[in-house]
């Protein structure tokens, strides 16, 4: 995976960042499998101490006593207001997260009807906290005898938002997350799942994860879900998630060691394990199949105390996709989907958020089809999507999975939902619809230079003379170049940043000092973020962009950014070899009429190249040749590769740059440009594809009301 864990900084992100204060806080939920690439990743990058995309987790907050409350009135049945739309195309089903959608209780009605206006048909409804957000992991969003309650939530305002959509025709079910729980790890140790480091081979208790495999833990997420399926009898169905082992080498509590040891008939051990893992052998083998069997039994313990509570009430769970995708080396979650489909579930929801965890929508394709083929029709299947992707990503997503019918695929997000989103929703389904999403007939390139001290941070080491020979070298090529600066740069050696904006060049920033923005305080942030937007001014240099060194961008950051007016942010990566991440539009949710447009590089980059990958500069040559191929194919319209003064200008690189922009401007299809005009001409693309679909929306809505069958991507309000 070199270098692409950064992709979370894309497309809608900000909307997340902006109501996720913590940085990195999109990664988090994102399941293990994100955090299994940042740790590979993260192992890659301790030895090198440059450009680089960390992440880092938060800490656990404060916690809270269970109140309780009466149940809701019973439910007459007469007291519905119309039917719920029945063709799966006119279906449309939403996550809803409830500390942000539900900040008081009069907001219930209120989301119902602007969620019914906009032509959601089915709502999940978070019932408990997941991994920590604003509240802790594990805590109910209802007056819970069972569980710790969210502060405020003990006034049932989750009844009145089941109420109100249940009235309008919505198929409502809850959404209750398991065994990722805070909370319950708090107050009983003993439920903790044990992960084997495997560099020392030590077991590590989990902070907020439960062994799957304790009874107790098993009876107090099964009461959970029976005290949810009891409470609220207009519920239709209730979807678990989290129904999994958090890493490859979790479980290893006494407990599990047992099952696995019993299996082979041998002592299993954790260093044992760290073995096993290398050689995927017979002890891997049962290891996966005593982890499977304990999610089977788990989902079997949840079914019964679901069918006591509610009899008849739909079952589903959401897994990770990479358990059908590789399916042998599906170790990680114990997701066993041909076993699971077998024990009780009526439905297998994949977990589609690949932007998040730089895989692509053909990725998602082969995943949705392999779990197809494991499930053979036991249950149902269906997928959830990112819910903030752009208009252009989930049309793309939507015509890959276009197998599912749309009835099938959700949307999770994790803030509010507006009716901006809603409605982006919409248009991309009308647009999938009625074909492929538009193509870039023109891919506009862009040469990036992050200009700042070299990898050990000395200022010293990197000469004026650098930046001097790349202008030249730019000059001679007659293209125009990008120079991401830091503002102590600026400071130290104005003279060629001058020159290089003498010559038509442009100059952007990248924080003040190399700042690890997303390890700094929030005030840090945005005084790091000031001062080297500053000290370019004071250098006399013109800045529009920003480019946060090794991606730390934060929503913090951005938002200043945003309100700063700078026109883009170029704080994102990705290998098109095995992603996608188009360029995109960010619009201040506050303000419509204020967006930055987000512009990643590809990796690898000339210190992926150096220091990671040990390529030769002649092999770096290749690999963007083939990255570049690959995005014009995919008719995506942008592409930028970033390099660094201090190893580009150097001669070797120098001519593998010089042959890189030859070639570049001997394609028909390619145009180089810097970076703000590349900005440009992303608002218009992202401006045309979301034209495109809503008047493919508008025109399933004009049929709809003229009486004519509609064309699929009909919206229909009860
Ligand atoms: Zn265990
Ligand atoms: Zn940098």
Redesign the pocket.
Known sequence: MNGTESPTHHGRAIERHARNSAPGRQLSRRTQFASLILALVAIAVVAVP??RHEQRLRSLAGTTSARTRPLTSPIDPGDRIAPAADDAESRLRVVIRSARNLPDAASAPLLADRLVAAGVTEAWVQCKQDDTDEFLGGEAFYPSAVAPVAPGFDDDRLAALIESLDRHGVRVCGWVPCFNDASAAEAHPEWRAQTVDPATNERHPQAAWLCPRHPDAIAYQASILAEVAGRYPRLEGIYTDFIRFDSDFSCACDRCLQAVSERLDAEVTPASLVTAAHERGEVWQAWTETRAEAICQAVDTFRDRIEDANAGLWFGACVLPFSAEDYSFNTQSGQDLYEMARVGLDEIVVMGYWDDWGKSYEWLDRCVRSATDLVQGECDLSCLLDGDMSVRRTWQTLDAVGHLDSGRIGFFHYGTWSDLELERILAARAGAETGRAPRSELTHVAIRI?T?PDYTGSYEAVSPAMIDRLVDLFDSLEVKATF?T?GRLAELQPAPLRRAVEHGHEIAC?AYD?EQLDALSPDEQIAATERGLAALKAADLPVVGF?A??NSVTPLVRDHLLAQGILWDGSAAYDPMVSSLDASVVTDPNDPSRSIVVIPFIVPNDWDALFLNKVTPQRMLALWNERLDRVIEAGEGVFVIDV?QWIASRPEEMSVIAEFLTGVKNRTNCRIVPLREMAMRVREQVGHVEGEARRALSRGRASVANGVPAPAQAVTTP
């Open positions: 440059e450009c992050d700042e991401v830091c990248h190399h480019g060194p090794r660094h």
